[in-house]
């Protein structure tokens, strides 16, 4: 089974420039998130997708990042314009849905690391 | 308000000693979900292993065991004759219903040969 795919793997860009990062989860995953992880912390939360909708982005800096998940699969996380402090790895997981199985793991993918200069 | 404390923020063992990285967590919710995942340098976070709230049981697998303790919240992972490959950086977490997931800060774990 394909695991969470993720790219890209690096990224560096100067401030104010824009960036995307793509996911493709596990198929069948109905729930995907994206996750912020700055050196030395644990993983934030941004965003959360069921299927194509959002379930939470309360902690998504709207006034310069955006996520999507057109048709419920894969899904794109966009920072426009980048700051310094955006650097960081952007992690994608996904999980089986709420009544299929789901034993709460997270299945994660390799993540993309973000250098802002 | 959950939260979940990993106090130690790095450890150094050398192989084959046992080490304990601890996790404390906090919730309102008689029912919980805790879980440990390990992060090797490729980036990816690994599950290791999920605790239901009602279920106290310690648990073990191979080199790896759990002790769970309601009684003062902790959540600790004990790795046996730890080896250069259990390397990680290891995360703890909480959920109250596998929809959100609490995050600690991590504990690097360096083993030396």
């Known amino acids: 089974e394909a695991g969470v795919a993720q790219s890209p793997r690096y990224k560096i860009i100067e401030k104010r420039q824009s960036v995307a990062f793509w996911c493709n989860p596990i198929?069948?995953?109905?729930?995907l998130y994206w996750y912020q992880q700055i050196l030395g912390q644990g993983p934030k939360l941004l965003i959360q997708?069921?299927?194509?909708?959002?379930?939470?982005d309360s902690q998504l800096p709207k006034d310069r990042f955006s996520a999507e998940r057109l048709k419920g699969v894969d899904s794109t996380l966009k920072i426009q314009p980048a700051k310094l402090e955006d650097s960081a790895v952007y992690l994608c997981?996904?999980?089986?849905?709420?009544?299929?199985?789901?034993?709460?793991?997270?299945?994660f993918g390799e993540g993309s690391r973000l250098t802002v200069l | 308000a959950q939260k979940v404390t990993q106090a130690q923020t790095e450890i150094s063992v050398v192989e084959k000693e046992d080490v304990t990285l601890d996790c404390v967590y906090e919730?309102?919710?008689?029912?919980?979900?805790l879980f440990w995942y390990k992060q090797p340098p490729s980036g990816e976070l690994v599950f290791l292993i999920r605790?239901?709230?009602?279920?106290?049981q310690n648990e073990i697998s191979g080199r790896y065991s759990w002790n769970f303790q309601k009684s003062t919240s902790s959540f600790n992972f004990t790795i046996t004759a730890s080896q250069v490959v259990d390397s990680a950086v290891y995360f703890c977490?909480?959920?109250?219903?596998?929809?959100?997931?609490?995050f600690g800060s991590g504990t690097k774990l360096n083993v030396k040969p």
């Open positions: 997981a996904s999980s089986f849905p709420l009544r299929g199985g789901n034993t709460g793991e997270l299945f």
């Open positions: 198929s069948g995953h109905a729930t």
């Open positions: 997708f069921q299927n194509n909708g959002v379930v939470d």
């Open positions: 919730t309102r919710d008689t029912t919980y979900y």
């Open positions: 605790r239901n709230s009602f279920d106290e």
């Open positions: 977490a909480l959920s109250e219903d596998f929809n959100k997931f609490y």
